[in-house]
């Protein structure tokens, strides 16, 4: 069982930065890819990124690439989305997932573990 918890949502102006932080319990975080998704108001869950259990390979979706990243701390067992150049598009509830798997995985089908959510609002 892991649990996830995810913080440093905010609101941010346009252009302006965040980054986010999902806090794992149990020893063997390090076993487990790691993702970020949000949600938008009225509009269905989005893959943002992807790590596998080392950190040593990351995806992004095309609407971030660029802009966001992805990074772990398997001793802190943590996981971070740095957020930068915001857009109003981005505003979302962004949450954190682990999968029980070494790989980058993309799909939220395929997630067993999820935190509650941190709301990002980003004015124009």
């Known amino acids: 069982q892991v649990q996830l918890v995810e913080s440093g949502g905010g609101l941010v102006q346009a252009g302006g930065s965040l980054r986010l932080s999902c806090a794992a319990s149990?020893?063997?975080?390090?076993?487990?890819?790691m993702g970020w998704f949000r949600r938008a108001p009225g509009k269905e869950s989005e893959f943002v990124g992807g790590i596998n259990s080392s950190g040593g390979s990351t995806t992004s979706a095309d609407s971030v690439k660029g802009r966001f990243t992805i990074s772990r701390d398997n001793a802190k067992n943590t996981v971070y989305l740095q957020m930068n150049s915001l857009k109003p598009e981005d505003s979302a509830v962004y949450y954190c997932a682990a999968a029980d798997t070494i790989g980058v995985v993309t799909t939220s089908r395929e997630y067993h573990y999820w935190g509650q959510g941190t709301q990002v609002t980003v004015s124009s």
């Open positions: 149990g020893r063997t975080f390090r076993r487990y890819a």
